[in-house]
């Protein structure tokens, strides 16, 4: 069954690059029907789409974070990660990392079917 | 950016009542919309991808319609577990937006 776990610091201070790592078990990252993605929930908020990366390194990102994020992939550790530079406070948030299904062939088309448990990420002095 | 308006944001039920939970869009996704349902502390769970398709395991008291601009979450008799905050997610076009999210309570 697969799972997804995310991992990184809990505290990242002001104007520092946040970076957390999700690691993907029980199946390959490099499966071709699936993207993986970050999704992030402020406190008390919805959620918000960060970025989706396929395996062979296509990116997708929200333009309202593009010029601070970047995802990448490596495929050897069956992981993917997540930079956010010079955070601030709003940037404060539970991460969590995804599988996305991208194409019919996953039949879950066009949603997150399985969420890793999140991680609360403060950004603090 | 399409923005996904959610209504109502909170609604009280009691159990074996059925809900019906609104999504709109500012412009149309074709079938492109999923729901998850989150309970506090928890990620998201995908209940319906695709307006109405049942992620394998959802009971089937959930179920999923509408198409273009207007969708709808309905559960048709509430169970004690059902009780939570309800998301749509549209996937039509980049970014990926969700709704504000309904929470649902005992009454």
């Known amino acids: 069954q697969l799972q997804l776990q995310e991992s990184g610091p809990g505290l990242v201070k002001p104007s520092e690059t946040l970076s957390l790592t999700c690691t993907v078990s029980g199946g390959s990252i490099s499966s071709g029907s699936y993207y993986w993605g970050w999704i992030r929930q402020p406190p008390g908020k919805g959620l918000e789409w960060i970025a989706n990366?396929?395996?062979?390194?296509?990116?997708y990102y929200n333009p309202s974070l593009k010029s601070r994020v970047s995802i990448s992939v490596d495929t050897s550790k069956n992981q993917f990660s997540l930079n956010l530079s010079s955070v601030t406070a709003a940037d404060s948030a539970v991460y969590f990392c995804?599988?996305?299904?991208?194409?019919?062939?996953?039949?879950?088309?066009?949603?997150?079917?399985?969420w890793g448990q999140g991680t609360m990420v403060t950004v603090s002095s | 950016d399409i923005q996904m308006t959610q209504s109502p944001s909170s609604v009280s039920a009691s159990i074996g009542d059925r809900v019906t939970i609104t999504c709109r869009a500012s412009?149309?996704?074709?079938?492109?919309l999923a729901w998850y349902q989150q309970k506090p502390g928890k990620a998201p769970k995908l209940l319906i991808y695709i307006t109405s398709s049942l992620q394998s395991g959802v009971p089937s008291r959930f179920s999923g319609s509408g198409s273009g601009t207007d969708f709808t979450l309905t559960i048709s008799s509430l169970q004690p577990e059902d009780f939570a905050t309800y998301y749509c997610?549209?996937?039509?076009?980049?970014?990926?937006?969700f709704g504000q999210g309904t929470k649902l309570e005992i009454k």
């Open positions: 995804a599988r996305y299904c991208a194409t019919s062939s996953c039949y879950t088309d066009g949603s997150f079917d399985i």
């Open positions: 412009q149309g996704i074709s079938s492109w």
């Open positions: 997610q549209q996937a039509n076009s980049f970014p990926y937006t």
């Open positions: 990366i396929y395996y062979g390194a296509s990116t």
